[in-house]
């Protein structure tokens, strides 16, 4: 279980709200709990003293010598525990011990004629103070003898320590219990949302007909809800898209091969007309021309689109063969009449390649730079231990931004306002997709000094057509 996971964070939580919850609880109940014990006792001690304190001043002379102060003493403390009695009278004190009595308390008694006790920390220990003035039967005029009383407290500061210890170790169990209780709580809790979690991930694998279900009518039950009905509106989209994409790509590849026909009647007719234009007048040889080399873009624009339906298809298969890669290169730059036109460095490298889609690649990037670059062209074969890389690089204008992040899609032309050209836009569509039937990729960059650079990355192992 991770401590960072919803699990862990849920389970921290349970266990900091009932330890904080626990604490609390026993703060208040020990706060109350000492409240109340200490007030019993303290209300039990005063009461006790000034019971003792009436019966003893039955007989008591006023003014009072020494002698009768200290019996009027042992009288007060008689039948108390752990009680230590003081009696004063002006200058007199019984017995001479104080100091457990405060000044503040001999004052206010002095100063109120009234009962007052205060508790206080003496020797370590707590003790209740308690002093009371003797009165003048009947009228109540205070005679100046104060008596008081120290009596210790430490049995009750003993049970109130053992219920804090009692209360303490109670935490224990509660923490405890909320930890169980927590991890049962998470398990509830997250187990519908792992498995939307999963579902989800399965969604986005590609697998849309992935559904969970929905137990309960809580807000995980309408999230499940939710997911349930966003998954078949993705699944109908999805599937009419693949429906029209489908019929879309047959449309493409049965109209191009519909079109070789009579491009294929055309094509001799404009063969015909071109090479006895000469012999035509100027306006009829023009024109026999132009037929002519529409007609060979036209050729050119079907070949392309019914290579590309291939690679729609996944009908592409490579027919892989150990080749020598230079050699490959000249062939295709003599058979095009680009010789003269490209300076090639080659070096003689033996790979496990497709010939013919090597020759695609190559001869689409190669005329790509002679009708959009400027001269010179070069091809460099570059082999490594892993691979073969072949540049193709021009000293053209080069790439803008815009032209480099759209120039391997199909029917992309960087000069938009060409409408016209030589090219249909397939050529690098083509070349990628070669490419990547390798195994291999494409990639381009600005060339230092200016113009445009491709680099062609096949394995040199080859890879055999797994689509």
Same mark, same amino acid.
């Given at each position: 279980?991770?401590?960072?996971?919803?699990?862990?964070?849920?389970?921290?939580?349970? =266990?900091?709200?009932?330890?904080?919850?626990?604490?609390?609880?026993?703060?208040?109940?020990?706060?109350?709990?000492?409240?109340?014990?200490?007030?019993?006792?303290?209300?039990?001690?005063?009461?006790?003293?000034?019971?003792?304190?009436?019966?003893?001043?039955?007989?008591?002379?006023?003014?009072? #010598?020494? %002698?009768?102060?200290?019996?009027?003493?042992?009288?007060?403390?008689?039948?108390?525990?752990?009680?230590?009695?003081?009696?004063?009278? @002006?200058?007199? =004190?019984?017995?001479?011990? @104080?100091?457990?009595?405060?000044?503040?308390?001999?004052?206010?008694?002095?100063?109120?004629?009234?009962?007052?006790?205060?508790?206080?920390?003496?020797?370590?220990?707590?003790?209740?103070?308690?002093?009371?003035?003797?009165?003048?039967?009947?009228?109540?005029?205070?005679?100046?003898?104060?008596?008081?009383?120290?009596?210790?407290?430490?049995?009750?500061?003993?049970?109130?320590?053992?219920?804090?210890?009692?209360?303490?170790?109670?935490?224990?169990?509660?923490? !405890?219990?909320?930890?169980?209780?927590? !991890?049962?709580?998470?398990?509830?809790?997250?187990?519908?949302?792992?498995?939307?979690?999963?579902?989800?991930?399965?969604?986005?694998?590609?697998?849309?007909?992935?559904?969970?279900?929905?137990?309960?009518?809580?807000?995980?039950?309408?999230?499940?809800?939710?997911? $349930?009905?966003?998954?078949?509106? !993705?699944?109908?989209? =999805?599937?009419?898209?693949?429906?029209?994409?489908?019929?879309?790509? +047959?449309?493409?590849?049965?109209?191009?091969?519909?079109?070789?026909?009579?491009?294929?009647?055309?094509?001799?007719?404009?063969?015909?007309?071109?090479?006895?234009?000469?012999?035509?007048?100027?306006?009829?040889?023009?024109?026999? %021309?132009?037929?002519?080399?529409?007609?060979?873009?036209?050729?050119?624009?079907?070949?392309?689109?019914?290579?590309?339906?291939?690679?729609?298809?996944?009908?592409?298969?490579?027919?892989?063969?150990?080749?020598?890669?230079?050699?490959?290169?000249?062939?295709?730059?003599?058979?095009?009449?680009?010789?003269?036109?490209?300076?090639?460095?080659?070096?003689?490298?033996?790979? +496990?390649?497709?010939?013919?889609?090597?020759?695609?690649?190559?001869?689409?990037?190669?005329? $790509?730079?002679?009708?959009?670059?400027?001269?010179?062209?070069?091809?460099?074969?570059?082999?490594?231990?892993?691979?073969?890389?072949?540049?193709?690089?021009?000293?053209?204008?080069? !790439?803008?931004?815009?032209?480099? %992040?759209? =120039?391997?899609?199909?029917?992309?032309?960087? #000069?938009?306002? +060409?409408?016209?050209?030589?090219?249909?836009?397939?050529?690098?569509?083509?070349?990628?997709? $070669?490419?990547?039937?390798?195994?291999?990729?494409?990639?381009?960059?600005?060339?230092?000094?200016?113009?445009?650079?491709?680099?062609?990355?096949?394995?040199? $192992?080859?890879?055999?057509?797994?689509?």
């Amino acid at each position: 279980m991770r401590l960072g996971g919803l699990r862990g964070r849920l389970l921290v939580a349970f =266990v900091l709200v009932s330890l904080l919850s626990a604490a609390t609880a026993t703060v208040l109940a020990y706060d109350k709990a000492r409240e109340a014990i200490l007030e019993r006792a303290s209300s039990s001690a005063v009461q006790n003293f000034r019971d003792r304190v009436s019966m003893s001043v039955g007989e008591f002379d006023v003014p009072p #010598d020494q %002698r009768a102060l200290n019996r009027l003493a042992e009288a007060a403390a008689s039948g108390s525990r752990d009680a230590k009695v003081v009696v004063r009278y @002006q200058d007199l =004190v019984a017995p001479a011990e @104080q100091e457990a009595i405060p000044s503040g308390l001999r004052d206010r008694v002095r100063a109120e004629n009234r009962l007052s006790f205060q508790r206080v920390d003496w020797n370590g220990a707590p003790w209740l103070v308690v002093g009371i003035p003797v009165t003048f039967a009947g009228s109540g005029r205070p005679s100046g003898v104060e008596v008081f009383q120290v009596i210790s407290l430490q049995p009750e500061q003993d049970d109130i320590a053992a219920l804090l210890t009692s209360v303490r170790d109670g935490v224990v169990p509660v923490v !405890l219990l909320a930890a169980v209780l927590a !991890l049962l709580a998470a398990g509830t809790v997250l187990r519908p949302v792992r498995r939307l979690a999963q579902a989800t991930r399965r969604l986005a694998g590609g697998r849309l007909e992935t559904r969970v279900p929905v137990k309960g009518r809580d807000e995980l039950a309408d999230l499940a809800r939710d997911f $349930n009905e966003t998954a078949d509106a !993705l699944q109908s989209s =999805v599937t009419e898209l693949q429906e029209q994409e489908a019929h879309a790509r +047959r449309f493409v590849a049965d109209v191009s091969h519909e079109l070789r026909t009579p491009l294929a009647a055309m094509t001799m007719v404009s063969s015909v007309l071109d090479e006895d234009a000469g012999d035509l007048p100027p306006d009829t040889a023009h024109a026999a %021309r132009t037929v002519s080399a529409e007609t060979a873009g036209l050729v050119r624009l079907v070949d392309d689109l019914i290579e590309i339906s291939r690679f729609d298809a996944r009908a592409a298969t490579l027919t892989p063969q150990d080749v020598d890669v230079a050699e490959v290169l000249r062939a295709t730059l003599s058979t095009r009449g680009w010789t003269d036109l490209v300076s090639a460095e080659l070096t003689t490298v033996r790979a +496990r390649l497709d010939r013919r889609r090597l020759d695609v690649i190559v001869a689409n990037l190669v005329g $790509n730079a002679l009708r959009h670059g400027e001269p010179p062209v070069t091809v460099v074969l570059k082999p490594t231990e892993s691979e073969v890389l072949v540049e193709v690089a021009d000293r053209g204008p080069g !790439l803008t931004a815009e032209a480099a %992040r759209h =120039v391997f899609e199909r029917f992309y032309k960087a #000069d938009t306002a +060409r409408t016209r050209s030589e090219g249909s836009g397939l050529g690098l569509a083509i070349a990628q997709e $070669n490419a990547r039937l390798h195994g291999g990729l494409i990639t381009h960059a600005d060339r230092e000094g200016g113009g445009a650079v491709f680099i062609l990355r096949l394995p040199r $192992n080859g890879k055999e057509d797994d689509r």
